[in-house]
């Protein structure tokens, strides 16, 4: 019989076993998806701080508050060009971006 340590795993283990290693088309689909999360999940974050509604971060921006909302939800992948808007023009922060090899 397993202990509950023999049954824990890592979630890189987890990933492997569900999606596939890296590399692979699903994975990299799963790895994807949360960057798109992680950005929507920051670009709320920042509005709350800033005592924002979506609305109001729209109309800065030159968009719709629906808009908004799918980027924060991650159902819609902002376009760089966008992205520096919201961060700039909305939030009135600075994007910074960097490469990793």
């Known amino acids: 019989m397993k ?3 023999e ?6 283990q987890f990933k492997d076993k569900h999606f596939g290693v890296l590399g692979t088309p699903s994975r990299n ?3 994807l998806g949360y960057e798109h999360f ?10 709350l701080q800033k005592g924002m ?3 109001e971060l729209a109309l800065k921006v030159g968009t719709t508050k629906s808009y908004i909302s799918r980027i924060e939800n991650g ?3 902002a376009r760089f060009s966008t992205l520096q ?4 023009l909305g939030l ?5 971006v960097s490469i990793k090899m």
């Open 3 to 5: 202990t509950n340590n």
């Open 7 to 12: 049954r824990i795993i890592s979630l890189d």
């Open 29 to 31: 689909a799963l790895e």
């Open 38 to 47: 992680k950005i929507g999940a920051m670009i709320h974050e920042a509005r």
């Open 53 to 55: 509604t979506q609305e």
């Open 75 to 77: 159902v819609k992948e």
């Open 85 to 88: 808007k919201i961060v700039e």
């Open 92 to 96: 009135g922060g600075q994007l910074e």
